[in-house]
């Protein structure tokens, strides 16, 4: 799993407004998602955050910045989706799998803003919408940020400006 490739609730319901000619919601998104069977949702969990290991109950906390599959989508979801308003809104998955598939729960409810959705799903709801069909673009648009991101930091203190192109 690589998070560069997940896209947040309000990215998605930014691109699928413009795709289509709706007014998609994180809210309206996750009532979509619930309407596919076993929708596939990721949470993005920031460095610190309590877990409890599944194989002996023991608690961990989270040495960085982490990502894990959610096992039951669908009930994660339908959490979320009795709030009115997703910005106080969270939910507590029965369990979490790592990249390397073991298993965790989480000590605290997890709010809306580390959902995180794969591009797939969302084509899918895109395409449902009538939404022009671009297979590979949330895939492209990820990769450009996880490329992006870390040149800032690369980048020498004396390296020469380059001036913008005219092209």
Same mark, same amino acid.
């Given at each position: 799993?690589?998070?560069?490739?997940?896209?947040? !609730?309000? #990215? $998605? #319901? =930014?691109?699928? +407004? #413009? =795709?289509? $000619?709706?007014? /998609?919601?994180? *809210? @309206? &998104?996750? %009532?979509? &998602?619930? $309407?596919?069977? *076993?929708? +596939?949702?990721?949470? &993005? @969990?920031?460095?610190? /955050?309590? !877990?409890?290991?599944?194989? %002996?109950?023991?608690?961990?906390? *989270?040495a960085r910045r982490s990502l894990f599959r959610v096992s039951d989508g669908e009930d994660f979801l339908e959490q979320f989706a009795m709030f009115g308003d997703l910005s106080i809104a969270s939910g507590l998955p029965h369990r979490l799998e790592d990249a390397l598939g073991k298993g965790f729960r989480s000590v605290a409810p997890i709010p809306a803003a580390m959902l995180r959705l794969w591009p797939e799903e969302l084509q899918a709801i895109a395409a449902d919408a009538g939404a022009a069909s671009e297979a590979t673009f949330m895939r492209r648009v990820a990769q450009m940020r996880a490329r992006a991101r870390p040149r800032a930091d690369d980048e020498p203190e004396s390296a020469p400006q380059r001036p913008p192109s005219s092209d």
């Open positions: 799993m690589n998070e560069s490739e997940l896209i947040s !609730l309000g #990215a $998605a #319901a =930014q691109w699928l +407004s #413009a =795709q289509s $000619a709706g007014n /998609w919601t994180p *809210a @309206l &998104l996750i %009532d979509r &998602l619930l $309407a596919h069977r *076993a929708p +596939s949702v990721c949470v &993005l @969990l920031p460095k610190g /955050w309590s !877990l409890l290991r599944e194989e %002996d109950g023991e608690p961990v906390h *989270a």
